[in-house]
């Protein structure tokens, strides 16, 4: 069955940039997403890439995708204590809407 | 324009007993979703409604669990009976063209 891997960590220092990974099994998958939860709340769709693409900016968000390796990776520029959460990875497969989730990587961002 | 709304946000019940979750999707939107993550593991997905319909509930985890969505609007999720392992987070989540899904807050359901 489909897979998806996050590293579970990453400490970052305020003002530096921030890079989460994930990885995928899935060759099929159509659209990877990053959904972002912060503390006592839900799930909010960050940004969203589709697999013919290799990069998406969205302001401080950079998205690169090589679907050769099944790499996806989340840039964020100018991190803020405010952006410390989870983020999750997420693919979806051709012609099907439900979504794959990785464990997600918490973001600490220290002052 | 309001998100999508899951009720309650916490719940506490014994084992055996029965619990049922609601969820009040995005106005207009077809697709709606559930989800459960379980204490360290993935976000898992359950199932699937079109409108009133389910579309897909391959991810429901045994007979124990019944979602419903009379009218096609919201849905609600019966846990009955209860066991100590149906605890975690349960997330509900609508879309209108299946590309983009937007999530409620989620239910943390802790079975005692």
């Known amino acids: 069955g489909e897979d998806v891997e996050q590293s579970l960590f990453l400490s970052v220092r305020e003002g530096d940039s921030s890079v989460i990974n994930c990885t995928y099994t899935d060759s099929s998958s159509t659209y990877l997403y990053w959904y972002k939860q912060e503390p006592g709340a839900g799930l909010q769709l960050l940004t969203y890439i589709f697999s013919n693409m290799d990069m998406k900016q969205d302001q401080r968000l950079t998205v690169l995708l090589n679907k050769k390796d099944k790499h996806l990776s989340l840039r964020i520029a100018d991190t803020q204590t405010g952006d410390s959460a989870i983020f999750f990875c997420a693919e979806s497969d051709t012609g099907y809407s439900t979504l794959t989730f990785g464990k997600g990587t918490m973001l600490l961002v220290s002052p | 324009e309001a998100g999508v709304t899951q009720f309650p946000s916490h719940s506490v019940i014994e084992k055996g007993q029965t619990v049922t979750l609601r969820c009040d999707p995005i106005?207009?939107?077809?697709?709606l979703y559930w989800y459960r993550r379980v204490m360290g593991k993935e976000i898992k997905f359950l199932l699937h409604?079109?409108?009133?319909?389910?579309?897909?509930e391959s991810g429901m985890p045994n007979n124990r669990f019944l979602a419903e969505r009379t009218g096609g609007t919201y849905s609600t999720l019966k846990v009955q009976p209860a066991e100590l392992e149906d605890s975690g987070v349960y997330f509900c989540?609508?879309?209108?063209?299946?590309?983009?899904?937007?999530f409620g807050q989620g239910t943390r359901l802790t079975v005692v």
């Open positions: 409604f079109v409108k009133e319909s389910k579309q897909d």
């Open positions: 106005s207009g939107h077809d697709n």
């Open positions: 989540a609508s879309s209108q063209n299946r590309v983009k899904a937007f």
